[in-house]
């Protein structure tokens, strides 16, 4: 006897519509490209999300490290107390909510053969394109006695939230008579203002709880600094005899550090601090250097027309990593780079509209509340470099009206940016 057919009516339908729809319609959907992006600080978030505004042409997924960004930019004024910690930090709902897709995983290994990303949690992602932008490592070496363990007593505050955290408490903890020693690094840098404004906001901070008799000294691996007149004129207004800077030829060269000593020994003398900030030089994270893409500056260099690798195409490397040129580096570039590599993508990718590429940049600095200082300039890649012009910066005899507009400016710029990035 043959076996019953076990295939209902309702089956024979479905297949049948299946098969019709099979024949109705051949094409089969074409994949999408895929663009992974490593880092979701100011440059890495923007490119995200600027590879998905308006389109969902392009496969997007962000790996970053940390579930959380702290915006090193404005972290001065927290020091100051003129902010709340909470202020800084950023989550990735925004760039999630555009179609972006979030891996929070430590990215260890960069296959540049296999065009694949791999990361510490065993995760493998290809790419068609990649994004790097991994921010700053430091040559912990070159600060003879500092060391990553170093920076739990010596603070560099230069990422990471924790860092600004262990700073702002150390500058707390400070009594009459304390001396700040401030270690300055030699170009190029993130935010070259930054280790100057920080001065004025420890001052600030110092001077505010009526600490008496406290000094900053600020030894310079540099001869001179960015906007250094404006500086030195709103140390001698605000806090007059409170901060010295060294330049080498006063300090002679760090000799070494002890951080358990809270020691800073310079050709000429030891100082004994209660607080040191050691900012060190600084290099392309290591993601980048580990990958073959840094050259012997220790950066990454790139075709500033389009941010691509200098070393490997497939690879756009933007942010304080990059190098080509007079690039700032900024929160500010690196927003700008960050678009720039997602239009040029898009362009590459999908076929979509290429723009001229030029920027701008422009850096604020708190001297104290209601006194801020600014300076910037136009960018614009010139044979594969990039190449400033127009640049400005603030004058000594600004009135107050201007200055405290300036503050005010450097607030919403903030907001402005910090939308732009995770909005
Ligand atoms: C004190 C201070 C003040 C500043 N003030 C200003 C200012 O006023 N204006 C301004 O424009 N700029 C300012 N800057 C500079 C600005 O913060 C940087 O230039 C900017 O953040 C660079 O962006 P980026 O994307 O290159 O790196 P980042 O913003 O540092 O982002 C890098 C991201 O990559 C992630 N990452 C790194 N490696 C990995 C990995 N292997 N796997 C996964 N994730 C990884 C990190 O967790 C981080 O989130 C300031 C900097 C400092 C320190």
């Given amino acids: 006897m043959s076996k019953p057919n076990l295939i209902s009516r309702r089956g024979v339908i479905r297949a049948a519509a299946a098969a019709t729809a099979m024949f109705a319609c051949p094409v089969i959907a074409k994949a999408k490209p895929r663009v992974v992006v490593v880092g979701g600080g100011a440059g890495g978030a923007t490119a995200a999300k600027y590879l998905r505004h308006g389109s969902d042409a392009i496969d997007v997924t962000l790996i970053e490290a940390n579930r959380r960004y702290v915006t090193p930019f404005t972290s001065n004024l927290y020091l100051g107390g003129l902010k709340p910690f909470e202020t800084l930090s950023f989550g990735y709902e925004g760039v999630a909510a555009h179609g972006v897709g979030l891996v929070f995983d430590q990215v260890a290994a960069i296959d540049r053969a296999n065009k694949e ?22 040559r912990w070496d070159a600060v003879p006695g500092y060391s990553e363990a170093a920076a739990e007593r010596m603070p560099h505050g230069y990422r990471g939230g924790a860092q600004f955290q262990l700073l702002k408490s150390q500058l707390d903890a400070l009594g009459d008579g304390a001396l700040i020693v401030i270690i300055a690094p030699p170009n190029p840098y993130r935010c070259p203002p930054a280790p100057y404004e920080r001065a004025s906001m420890m001052a600030h901070a110092l001077k505010s709880r009526g600490v008496k008799n406290a000094r900053i000294v600020i030894l310079d691996a540099k001869d001179h600094f960015a906007m250094q007149t404006l500086f030195i004129d709103g140390w001698e207004r605000h806090y007059p005899g409170m901060i010295e800077w060294q330049d080498p030829t006063i300090h002679g060269g760090i000799k070494a550090v002890d951080p358990k000593a809270m020691t800073v020994t310079t050709d000429f003398e030891t100082h004994k601090a209660a607080l040191v900030n050691v900012i060190p030089p600084q290099i392309a994270g290591r993601l980048g250097r580990d990958a073959g893409l840094a050259d012997d500056s220790g950066f990454c260099p790139v075709d500033a027309g389009t941010m ?16 080509g040129g007079e690039f700032p580096k900024s929160g500010f570039a690196a927003n700008n780079e960050g678009k720039i590599a997602a239009m040029i993508i898009r362009a590459d990718l999908v076929g979509d509209r290429r723009m001229p590429v030029r ?12 006194d801020a200082i600014k300076n910037g300039a136009r960018y614009t890649p010139q044979d594969g470099k990039i190449v400033m012009s127009d640049p400005y910066t603030s004058q000594l005899d600004e009135s107050p009206q201007l200055r405290a507009k300036q503050a005010r400016e450097a607030a919403g710029w903030y907001i402005g940016m910090t939308t732009d990035i995770f909005g």
Avoid: E, K, M
């Avoid at 791999?118 to 430091?138: E, H, K, Q």
């Avoid at 691509?308 to 190098?323: C, K, M, N, Q, R």
């Fill in 359 to 370: 920027f701008t940049n422009h850096c604020w600095s708190d001297l104290a509340p209601d």
């Fill in 117 to 138: 990303v791999r990361t510490a949690g065993g995760a493998r992602l290809g790419y068609d394109r990649l994004v790097l932008s991994p921010g700053i490592d430091f």
């Fill in 308 to 323: 691509a690798s200098l070393i490997d195409p497939a690879i756009h490397v933007i942010g304080d990593s990059a190098t």
